[in-house]
């Protein structure tokens, strides 16, 4: 688990020296450099990065520009740029029968300014509920995730034919007209009543389409709750405890500590149906995450505007170093102060919500208490659902 502290960006302007068989060539590259012990360290970085890019460049590779800030997770060896709120090791008990650390966690801020729990050992496994309808119901629901196809599919021949429909019928209405000569207002009464016709049809499609879409995720959490059991009566060793989201499920893993890497981990993720971004987040990171704030597009907050739905100032990390945008001093100050208040009001206005729902805990009979890392998993867990607050009769968001 690799979340820095500082992190910088350098950007440099290159041209290669013209030959007999080779024409001279530019390239400006930008990379982004990180450390856990200075800015100025993170700054070396990435200067590093941009020399290794260039010699690369030179060799005749083809290689990425300039990355982009917000890409992190793509298997491109940048680790998880988000501000660190808070450091815990568990477990917390320092007098327990097991006192030395076995997890760490890191609480950081993400880039829509909610809260997030990064853990490097107790497996946690986010499913969404798009994921799992187009897992139950392959032929209702697109790769999309939130429409039936039987609805909206445009290859649905049936679709055509009311498209073909109505193109000859306006063509055969417009060459009337034209024969008897008459007013061309009675075109336009005939487009107005289809257009009033398809509204309306396309409106009750949609009530059926949200009406099916409703009663479909009402059968998710006896699905995931069922699932589970499944599991454990084949792996009786294993217990687990499931939360339901605003949008799916989370699951913790409570019977032993893993690795993001371990084979089990797969297994679980593939098994769960686990959202694939996620699955690769962990991967490339090697952590396991959980949002613990809300997000601020789900807050009544943001829909009475008293709060903005956008965090100010994302890329406060290049504030005083990006060269691509021309900024005072004082532009600068304003932004940052404009992201601090934004973020005491999000804290103050977030406590009115829980991140996620505690459903129930199921265990397999074969399972046992681990005295070597149950400690620092129930303080984990425990540290989790009081910062979500899961037991909080609160709105999920």
Same mark, same amino acid.
């Given at each position: ?282 991967? @490339? #990171?090697?952590?396991? +995450? =959980?949002?613990?704030?809300? /997000?601020?597009?789900? %807050? ?80 984990? @867990? #425990?540290?989790?659902? +009081? =910062?979500?607050?899961?037991? /909080?009769?609160?709105? %999920?968001?």
């Amino acid at each position: 688990m690799l979340i820095p502290k500082y992190w910088a960006q350098h950007k440099q302007r290159f041209e290669s020296l013209e030959t007999s068989s080779k024409p001279s060539k530019q390239a400006t590259i930008k990379r982004y450099g990180w450390s856990d012990i200075s800015q100025m360290e993170a700054l070396s970085h990435a200067k590093s990065r941009v020399n290794e890019a260039h010699h690369r460049w030179l060799a005749g590779e083809d290689i990425l520009r300039r990355e982009r800030k917000e890409e992190y997770n793509e298997g491109n060896s940048i680790p998880i740029r988000e501000e660190i709120i808070d450091k815990h090791d568990f477990p917390e008990n320092e007098l327990s029968n097991n006192s030395a650390a076995v997890t760490k966690l890191i609480v950081t801020r993400n880039s829509y300014g909610a809260q997030v729990a990064n853990v490097d050992n107790i497996a946690i496994i986010d499913v969404d509920n798009d994921d799992l309808l187009r897992h139950i119901y392959p032929d209702d629901y697109n790769h999309h995730g939130f429409m039936p196809t039987f609805l909206v599919n445009q290859n649905n021949p049936a679709s055509k034919i009311k498209i073909w429909f109505f193109v000859v019928v306006f063509i055969l209405i417009a060459s009337v007209i034209a024969w008897l000569g008459l007013s061309w207002l009675w075109l336009l009464v005939v487009m107005f009543g289809a257009t009033a016709y398809s509204w309306q049809q396309a409106s009750a499609r949609d009530k059926t389409r949200a009406q099916k879409y409703a009663d479909d995720a009402a059968s998710l959490l006896p699905y995931m709750t069922d699932l589970i059991k499944k599991r454990i009566v084949n792996h009786p060793t294993e217990c687990f405890r499931l939360y339901q989201t605003p949008a799916g499920f989370r699951i913790i893993a409570t019977h032993d500590v893993v690795s993001p890497s371990d084979n089990v981990v797969e297994d679980w993720f593939a098994y769960f149906h686990a959202d694939t971004n996620y699955v690769r987040l962990c991967q @490339v #990171q090697q952590c396991f +995450r =959980a949002r613990i704030t809300a /997000k601020p597009w789900r %807050m009544s907050e943001v829909e009475n505007n008293k709060l903005a739905k956008d965090i100010p100032a994302k890329d406060f990390w290049f504030d005083f170093e990006d060269t691509e945008v021309e900024r005072s001093i004082e532009q600068r100050q304003d932004a940052l102060k404009a992201r601090k208040q934004w973020l005491a009001d999000y804290d103050k206005y977030a406590k009115n919500y829980r991140a996620c729902h505690y459903v129930e805990s199921m265990a397999g009979k074969e399972a046992a208490n681990n005295s070597k890392v149950q400690a620092s998993i129930d303080d984990f @867990v #425990q540290w989790h659902d +009081r =910062a979500c607050q899961v037991d /909080k009769a609160l709105p %999920m968001a």
